[in-house]
């Protein structure tokens, strides 16, 4: 099944000529991150979310649902593929928040986005939901930076033991440079990605099926995050409000209006 482009443009609230280059990547990609939130809700209430074009169609093109990095993704990479781009799978590692020596699986979703004429290729990333997620494209060269206002980022090459050349994506962070996942150019499959959604989404240790995440950039440039009920409000000017949701129905109210997710009528979320 294809995409229907004029709903999703509508949904992303992207207008423009839809041809296949740089500018349409960058403005495409910064639409759709900040005009669909990150959320994990299906494997929270139990079940892994299809990946399949026509449901993802469904559930965040006209469902007012959000999803996590397989489902927004999948749908970009359609999308982009649609319009004339060359788009391939990537596999990377989280590499944000682990202790020193931990390794973890590749367990995160990214594209590597090669578009008509043009030599150099991007990588695009809808669906890493994090403050330190990418608004914009960025090249695929060792040391390319990308001022994708307010964020700042740098891909770099890093050394390991492997025989594929290692990328991380850094973004700055008051005044470091913060490493988010790292990566090589081996090509995946969907397939690969439907195994490891399943592993995401019902594995009994996954964080993604035992509490809520939720993410949401704003066109103002502030950012909502949800943990469970944790919620962290960042301003535009780096200001930040932290405070504990009383419980279930305020989790739901707060999904709903300040997350933008229409949460399934009588969805019991874990607290």
């Known amino acids: 099944m294809t995409l229907d482009l004029?709903?999703?443009?509508?949904?992303?609230?992207w207008t423009g000529e839809p041809r296949p280059t740089v500018e349409m990547l960058r403005s495409l990609h910064r639409a759709h991150a900040l005009g669909i939130p990150f959320e994990n809700l299906d494997p929270v209430l139990g079940s892994a979310p299809s990946?399949?074009?026509?449901?993802?169609?469904?559930?965040?093109?006209r469902g007012g649902r959000g999803g996590y990095c397989y489902e927004h993704n999948t749908l970009f990479g359609t999308a982009l593929r649609q319009l004339g781009f060359t788009v391939t799978l990537l596999a990377a590692r989280v590499v944000l928040g682990a202790a020193p020596g931990d390794i973890r699986p590749r367990s995160h979703m990214l594209l590597r986005v090669d578009v008509p004429e043009v030599t150099t290729p991007y990588i695009a990333d809808v669906g890493f939901g994090d403050i330190g997620a990418l608004l914009e494209p960025i090249e695929l060269v060792a040391g390319a930076e990308v001022y994708d206002a307010p964020r700042h980022h740098r891909l770099v090459t890093v050394a390991h033991d492997g025989p594929l050349e290692m990328w991380e994506l850094r973004a700055e962070k008051s005044g470091s440079w913060e490493g988010q996942y790292t990566f090589t150019l081996e090509p995946f499959e969907a397939p690969d990605f439907t195994m490891i959604n399943w592993y995401i989404a019902t594995a009994p240790h996954s964080p993604f099926a035992r509490a809520v995440y939720a993410h949401r950039t704003l066109p103002d440039a502030s950012h909502r995050s949800l943990a469970g009920l944790?919620?962290?409000?960042?301003?535009?000017?780096?200001?930040?409000?932290?405070?504990?949701?009383?419980?279930?129905?305020?989790?739901?109210?707060?999904?709903?209006n300040d997350f933008g997710i229409r949460v399934p009528e009588g969805a019991e979320l874990p607290v």
């Not at 004029?6 to 609230?13: H, L, W």
């Open 6 to 13: 004029d709903a999703y443009f509508a949904r992303i609230g």
């Open 51 to 61: 990946l399949a074009v026509a449901d993802l169609e469904a559930k965040l093109v």
């Open 230 to 256: 944790d919620l962290i409000e960042r301003a535009e000017d780096g200001t930040i409000k932290e405070r504990l949701l009383s419980g279930h129905d305020e989790m739901v109210q707060v999904l709903r």
